[in-house]
């Protein structure tokens, strides 16, 4: 069954550096989404990508958040200046095309647990 | 979105059937009631949605108040690894793509 993979598992940083999330999306999926999981609290979203342009943000994703789809295969999310604060379980998702017919499910990724030092 | 009511947690015997209840009491004439949930630590996994009709799918049934104010997701025979919080979310559904909204969660424990 095909699946949203993430990379890396695990990623430890320090605080200021600039981190970058991979995912590879579902391969016939054009919608995708970043969520992130602070430990112990909500699934909060971040953003949702579709057409090579954000479609929507939370108040979370300030300038220090950036998307992009470099190539056909991989979605990825750059931090640019960590905080200590961003260390959360990042998520990715994706989705088919909507059809008037059916619910296009998002499909989460395993995660990338990130961890600022 | 519907603001949703879910229990903090449920305990359930493994091979019985876990009914887990959501109220949506606003919930309005073109929104869905979808079900979702988190293995620990994993990423949330789509289980079944509604509009206003009973549902079933390999996973669950779905159940639907006749006025849609509140609904109940059933796992008919629960095992060890349906442990995970349920979310119940309402929303439109969208052409657009469009963020999912977690709340707390029902976190369910199925016993042996």
């Known amino acids: 069954e095909p699946e949203v993979t993430q990379t890396p598992s695990h990623q430890v940083t320090q605080m200021g550096q600039e981190v970058i999330l991979r995912c590879v999306p579902i391969?016939?999926?054009?919608?995708f989404y970043w969520y992130r999981q602070i430990l112990g609290q909500k699934v909060e979203f971040l953003v949702s990508?579709?057409?090579?342009?954000?479609?929507?943000k939370s108040e979370i994703f300030d300038d220090q958040f950036s998307v992009e789809r470099p190539d056909g295969s991989n979605f990825t999310l750059k931090i640019r200046s960590t905080k200590l604060e961003d260390s959360a379980m990042y998520f990715c998702?994706?989705?088919?095309?909507?059809?008037?017919?059916?619910?296009?499910?998002?499909?989460f990724g395993p995660g990338t647990r990130l961890t600022v030092l | 979105d519907a603001k949703t009511t879910q229990p903090t947690s449920m305990d359930c015997a493994e091979g019985r059937a876990a009914n887990l209840p959501c109220n949506h009491s606003?919930?309005?004439?073109?929104?869905?009631v979808y079900w979702y949930r988190q293995i620990h630590s994993q990423g949330p996994q789509y289980i079944i949605h509604?509009?206003?009709n009973n549902e079933t799918n390999e996973m669950a049934s779905l159940i639907i108040t006749e006025d849609r104010k509140s609904s109940t997701l059933i796992l008919p025979h629960a095992t060890l690894r349906d442990t995970a919080v349920y979310y119940c979310?309402?929303?439109?559904?969208?052409?657009?793509?469009?963020?999912?909204?977690f709340g707390s969660g029902t976190q369910l424990t199925v016993l042996p």
């Open positions: 391969s016939n999926h054009l919608y």
């Open positions: 990508f579709y057409n090579n342009e954000i479609s929507e």
């Open positions: 979310i309402v929303r439109v559904a969208s052409g657009s793509a469009r963020q999912l909204t």
């Open positions: 509604g509009l206003k």
């Open positions: 998702a994706s989705s088919d095309v909507w059809q008037l017919s059916s619910y296009n499910e998002q499909f």
């Open positions: 606003t919930i309005s004439g073109n929104e869905y």
